[in-house]
Each structure stands twice: as structure tokens, then as C-alpha cells.
């Protein structure tokens, strides 16, 4: 179905370009109070949007979890549990009429981090969410999930403020 917003003859392709100009252009312009303003109707918006959901099962029959909620749960609980590294995307793998198979965690390090040590710290973490939230014991409980956890990039900053893509490349001097 068209968009009644969008012309026909629209260049798809030349968006990329026009967000990186007016990124550009944004972050050349002054602070003001309109900034500010647009900002929290924006994310307003964004928080009123609908998100797709899915119920898992947990090892109680009588009770699940929804899958929005375990997201959040566990991004929550990374944040404050893997130091020096931010969750930039958490994946469920829900099948079987709403059982956990899988949970997959993609991390940005900070530069110099140990990535075995961060990644084993998120796996701690996971499995403590998962135990907490699921139950432990026969499927679908916590045991029966695998985790996989992937460092994805790499900032010099602080992982949970800086976005990888907006930093300079580090050249050889």
C-alpha cells in the first residue's frame, strides 16, 4: 500500500544523502528551546507507537512473559551489568507456540575492553534474567535457552552515549 504522504516519483535513493545533510545542518545550528520541545514530541511519538509482541512461556504453566517486557528486562540489566559495553540489539527466538529458544545480544565495547571478559559478564547476566523472569528447570525454563552474546563495534567513548558510526576515522599519523 502507497503512502498518500510520499510522491510517486519520489528518489528513494537520494534519502540517505538528505539525512545526512540535514544531520549535518542540525548539529551546526545553536541550541534552542524548539529543539527541545520537537525532541520530546518525537519521543513521545516513538513511545506511542505500537511494538510487536509475542507471549513466552515460562516454567510455570500457568503464567508467561511478554516479550517486550523480557527485552527490557534484560537490556536493563546489561546496562547495569557488563561494564564498558552497551547493548545496542536484543533478538528473541520464540517458536513452538511462544517457547524461548534463544536469546541474541549484540554489544558495542568500548575501546580496550576485554571482549571474552564482556562477553562472559553479558552471559551472566542473561542467564540470571532468564532464571529470574522464566524459571529454572525442565523447558521452557531458563536451562533450556541458549545465549549467544556478539561485539559488534567498538567506540572511544562511553558505549551507552556515543554512536560508533559518528566518530571520526582513526587514521595513521
Known sequence: MANPDVPDDLDRSSGERALDVATDQLRHQPESPHVAQAA????????????????????DPLLQ?????????LRSALAAGVADAAVRRIRLDVRDRGR????????VARYGTSVPE????AHVVIRHVLAE?????PAPGADEVS??????????????????LDEDEVGDA
Open 65 to 73: 512473559v511478554s516479550s517486550v517486557a523480557l527485552v527490557a528486562l
Open 133 to 137: 523472569t522464566l524459571g529454572t528447570g
Open 118 to 121: 564482556s562477553t562472559e559478564a
Open 40 to 59: 520530546g514530541r518525537v519521543l513521545a511519538r516513538a513511545l506511542a507507537a505500537p511494538r510487536r509482541a509475542t507471549t513466552v512461556e515460562t516454567a
Open 147 to 164: 545465549r549467544h552474546v556478539h561485539v559488534s563495534d567498538v567506540t572511544r567513548g562511553d558505549p551507552h552515549l556515543a554512536e560508533p
Open 100 to 107: 524461548l529458544h534463544a536469546v541474541h545480544v549484540e554489544l
